[in-house]
Structures are given as structure tokens and as C-alpha cells.
């Protein structure tokens, strides 16, 4: 294949796996032939559903606390299908930034004072084998990042992120968003989840979990302490299109508190209402794209064709492969 790098072939192993299947083609070559631009309920009602449904069901697949899942009774979380991690990630952080800053101006000391100012105090953490997305998304949101040195794992662990936070307290500053990785992109290292939740719980701060790779194992049980501590997240993100045979793009992402996203990404001008915007999920309001592809078309004709089952096994038999 001349001028191609071909990631399909068997000898790719450069990157990350970029899974594919013929039922994910049929789904992709249907998507583009309904030529469906999903930005709301409204704009196609099948689009949005289906997408809260197949999400509902990954979250479950991979044993997701309810806390993250569409339907849990009286729940506030939710899933949505991004076009990458780094566009969780960087919506994770907008969701994050507007949470701290509306809660600094809350206090009675910063009455008055500018949000550009408030937003100088903010303080962002990751580890140094964090994705690239995550300084990227920094730069974006106008945020200044810690980035962190791993410990001897290649990980981020508790005591030096706990160091970092109290320093920057101790300066003044307001630590708001902590990203870990489980799977890093240099070396597939996990970050200590169950001891950073802790911190993040106590210190008030967002925790974002980065899985991009790995989490797609999780819906393997063997596989899942792993994510231990996964309760402690306020968002999570997995890619299906880099290993359970959807093909790119399909970020799946859930949150645990689905207002404090929207907020952050709402913009509502009268030519996008509708009748139903009460009683509906809009998902414009939860990407930073207004068009959206009708994505979850690949992930239900994938879960349908393979079955729970299969796509255990499918995982299994790759992660054989480099053992």
C-alpha cells in the first residue's frame, strides 16, 4: 500500500491496535449512507437513543460503577460517544475548570474579581507517561499543569500527588483536576487509582481516568482490579476503536454528574430547541462538536454481531498474543 502506513496489517505493532470488523465496516458504510448529523434528539431521535442504550450496555460490559450508567434510577451520570480520548479528556478538564471557578466565586472574597483572574489560581495535575492530550487540553482551557514524576512503577502515586496539591495550597493556589491513566501510551503503566481517589476525594477535586487502551480489557473480569478505584472518578473513557473491533473513531466517555458537563458546553440559540428539550438528551451540549456521526451504529452492530462472550474472548486471544 504505497504512501500507507497500514495498521490493519498483521505485523503492525507500532502505536496502539487499531481493531476493526466487518460488522463495524457494514455499520460505518450505513452510517454514511443515512447521512444522519445527530446534534440533538430532535435532529434524529434513533441517533441519540441508540447511543444512551449502547452506552448503558458498555458501561455495564465493563462493570462501570452505576453512579456512571444512562439508566440508574434517579442517577446524574451519563455516557457519551466522543471522536477521541483527547476529547474527553479536554471536556473533562472545561467541566472541571467551570465547577472550581463558579465555586471561587461563591466565596465572598472574590466578589468582584474577573473569572480570568480566578482562572490564573487554577492548578491541573497529571503524570510525566500522561497522555500528550492532557497538556494540550491544559493549554486550551488556559490552565496552568503539574506535571508529575512517576515512582518506580511508571506510575502516579498518591504521596507525591499529594505533595504537589499541598505545595500549590500552600502558595495560594486552587488544585481542581487530577487526570490518571490506566494503560499509559509509552509503556501501558496504571496509575495507583485506589490511593489518588482518596486525595481527590478529600482535597474536592475532579478525577478524570484515562483508559483509552486498556480499559477495553476490563470487560474481561480477570482483568478489572485493574480499575480498582474506579469509584472514586467523577469521569471515565475508554476507546473501542483501539481493541474490541470498532473501527476508528468511537471514544466512549461517562460521567458522573452529566450537569456540571453540559454546563460547561451548553450554548442553546433558538434555531437548535425543540419541543422535547426537557424531556431529551441534546448531545451538543456534551461535545465540543455541534454535527456528530451517527457512532454508536458501530458499537451495536459489533455488541450484537460478537456478543459479551465473543468480545472476551477476542481480548483474551490478543492479550495471549504478547504473553
Known amino acids: 500500500m504505497t504512501g500507507m502506513t497500514h495498521w490493519q496489517h498483521p505485523r503492525f505493532h507500532a502505536y496502539f491496535p487499531a481493531g476493526n470488523s466487518y460488522p463495524s465496516i457494514m455499520a460505518g458504510m450505513l452510517s454514511d449512507a443515512i447521512g444522519c448529523v445527530g446534534f440533538s434528539w430532535a435532529a434524529s431521535p434513533a441517533c441519540t437513543e441508540l447511543e444512551t442504550i449502547v452506552l448503558d450496555w458498555l458501561g455495564r460490559m465493563v462493570d462501570l460503577p452505576k453512579k456512571f450508567l444512562p439508566f440508574t434510577p434517579g442517577g446524574a451520570g ?48 497529571c503524570s510525566d507517561e500522561a497522555h500528550s492530550s492532557v497538556q494540550k487540553a491544559a493549554m486550551i482551557a488556559l490552565v496552568e499543569i503539574r506535571i508529575i514524576p512517576v515512582d518506580d512503577k511508571y506510575g502516579l502515586n498518591s504521596v507525591t500527588l499529594a505533595e504537589y496539591i499541598q505545595k500549590d495550597r500552600d502558595a495560594g493556589l486552587v488544585p481542581f483536576f487530577v487526570s490518571t491513566t490506566l494503560g499509559t501510551t509509552g509503556c501501558c503503566a496504571f496509575d495507583a487509582l485506589d490511593e ?87 448531545y451538543r451540549n456534551w461535545s465540543i462538536p455541534l454535527s456528530r456521526r451517527f457512532r454508536s451504529l458501530k458499537l451495536w452492530f459489533v455488541i450484537r454481531s460478537y456478543g459479551v462472550e465473543g468480545l472476551q474472548q477476542y481480548i483474551r486471544e490478543v492479550r495471549g498474543h504478547f504473553l
Not at 480570568?116 to 489560581?121: G, I, S
Not at 458522573?256 to 425543540?274: G, W
Open 78 to 125: 451519563g455516557g457519551v460517544l466522543q471522536g477521541s480520548a483527547s476529547e474527553c479528556i479536554l471536556v473533562s478538564l472545561l467541566a472541571a475548570r467551570l465547577t472550581a471557578v463558579r465555586e471561587l466565586e461563591s466565596k465572598s472574597e472574590n466578589k468582584g474579581i474577573d473569572r480570568r483572574m480566578l482562572l490564573t489560581k487554577l492548578r491541573a495535575y
Open 196 to 282: 489518588i481517589g482518596p486525595v481527590c476525594e478529600r482535597e474536592g477535586i475532579w478525577l478524570h481516568v484515562d483508559a483509552a487502551y486498556a480499559g477495553n480489557s476490563f470487560i474481561c473480569p480477570e482483568q478489572r482490579h485493574l480499575m480498582k478505584g474506579i469509584e472514586y472518578a467523577s469521569s471515565f473513557n475508554l476507546n473501542p476503536n483501539k481493541w474490541m473491533l470498532v473501527n476508528f473513531d468511537c471514544s466512549a466517555m461517562w460521567v458522573a454528574d452529566r450537569v456540571k458537563l453540559t454546563d460547561a458546553l451548553t450554548v442553546d440559540p433558538l434555531y437548535l430547541q425543540h419541543d422535547y428539550s426537557n424531556r431529551s438528551i441534546d
